[in-house]
């Protein structure tokens, strides 16, 4: 007898009955996934779920869960690598109208995770609490901000955290506290457990409203005078390791002395103006980046014994969702820094 592999659920399972729990505008086939990351890569995604409401969010969950079909959460995909083969699943996409601020005078908060995280920041500022400004300038939403603890100036965001309202994979709300979410540095127990963060509250401290204002305006203009603006990109690529720290310095000093400032694959290249940012030049492809993370990583740990991972996420065209160094392989073609080198 043949052995036949089982059959994978399709995103087409579960169309109709989505179309069933959810307005027309909360549900699209065929999206470029380029157009939902800030990368602007990545082929197509099979369906998008973009709930306006927390009872939308959990019909599509519970179709999603009684179907089988893949599914992956997205904010504003500031930190993913769409893969250039898209993706044969149903993205379910946070956004704005999971929005919602408030703030008490003793530094508790509560805020939706769609929100915007500069606006986020600037209300904690506006009602006089310290502790949020080091995120001014981080472009992504607040439930993708909690979920990656993310930060500036070596600080992150589950600092703050006390808790964060999910919707699970079988569409019932839970509060689950911090002790449970495993901060450790731009990583969370968040990243794997499958939950949609729909809202989180905070502890700040109180501040002046006045300096903590000059303080943002001071980190946006160094932001500014450091990281590449005009090319689609998604930040650092590698997480800082203290152990590369105190040998080198931080991952885009390393990369740099490893010799890649600037190296191109394709239309991927590593930064000219940072070295741990890659931007797409135009037609850049999931494997240009893929290929220069791995070349980064080998070549650096050639120099220094450190391999370094990745911050940034890939999202495999099956729905697996993984750092990209865990992906990445250093191509055979690849010429020495110099040869593909573009202004
Ligand atoms: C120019 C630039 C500068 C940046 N600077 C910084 C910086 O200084 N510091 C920093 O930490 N990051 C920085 N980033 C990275 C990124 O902005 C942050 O990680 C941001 O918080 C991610 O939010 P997002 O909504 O875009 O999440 P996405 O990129 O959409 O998702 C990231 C991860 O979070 C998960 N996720 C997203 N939303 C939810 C949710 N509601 N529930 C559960 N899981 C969710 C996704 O599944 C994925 O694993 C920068 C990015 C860019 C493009």
Redesign the pocket.
């Known amino acids: 007898m043949l052995d036949v592999p089982a059959r994978r659920p399709t995103a087409g399972s579960a169309l109709t009955r989505l179309h069933q729990v959810l307005a027309a505008d909360e549900l699209s086939r065929d999206v470029a996934l380029a157009g939902l990351g ?1 990368w602007r890569i990545g082929g197509p995604a099979d369906l998008v779920v973009t709930p306006r409401s927390t009872e939308s969010l959990a019909a599509a969950l519970r179709v999603i869960a009684e179907t089988g079909v893949p599914h ?9 690598l769409f893969d250039d083969e898209g993706f044969r699943g149903v993205v379910v996409r ?1 956004g704005r109208a999971f929005g919602g601020f408030a703030a008490k005078p003793d530094g508790h908060v509560e805020a939706g ?1 769609g929100l915007w ?1 500069p606006s986020f920041v600037r209300q904690v500022i506006e009602a006089g609490l310290a502790g949020a400004t080091h995120a001014i ?5 607040l ?3 909690v ?2 603890n ?3 100036q070596r600080r992150g965001i589950g600092e703050n955290v006390l808790s964060v309202d999910v919707v699970k994979r079988d569409g019932t709300r839970r509060r689950i506290d911090r002790t449970e979410l495993r901060y450790s540095y ?1 990583a969370s127990a ?2 794997d457990a499958g ?4 809202a989180a509250r905070f502890r700040f401290e109180p501040g002046d409203r006045h300096a903590l204002r000059r303080e943002a305006i001071g980190i946006l203009a160094a932001r500014r005078a450091k ?1 590449p603006r005009v090319r689609a ?4 690529v590698f997480v800082s390791d203290p152990k590369l720290y105190s040998l080198i310095g931080p991952p885009g000093l390393a990369i740099e002395r490893a010799g890649l400032k600037g190296f191109a694959i394709g239309d991927a290249q590593i930064s000219p103006d940072h070295a741990n940012f890659i931007v797409n030049n135009g037609q850049a492809r999931s494997a240009d980046v893929l290929a220069l993370i791995g070349l980064a990583r080998e070549r650096v740990r050639a120099l220094t014994g450190i391999a370094m991972d990745a911050e940034v ?1 890939h999202l495999a065209p099956d729905g697996v ?1 993984r750092p990209a160094h865990e992906v990445a392989a250093v191509p055979r073609f690849i010429q020495p820094p110099g040869q593909e080198h573009r202004p």
């Open positions: 800030r992956v959460v997205i904010g504003d995909g500031s930190n993913l946070v995770a995280v300038g981080i472009p992504g939403t439930g993708g901000l979920t990656m993310g930060g500036s731009r968040l990243q939950a949609i963060v729909v990281f990109n998604c930040g650092s996420r969702m």
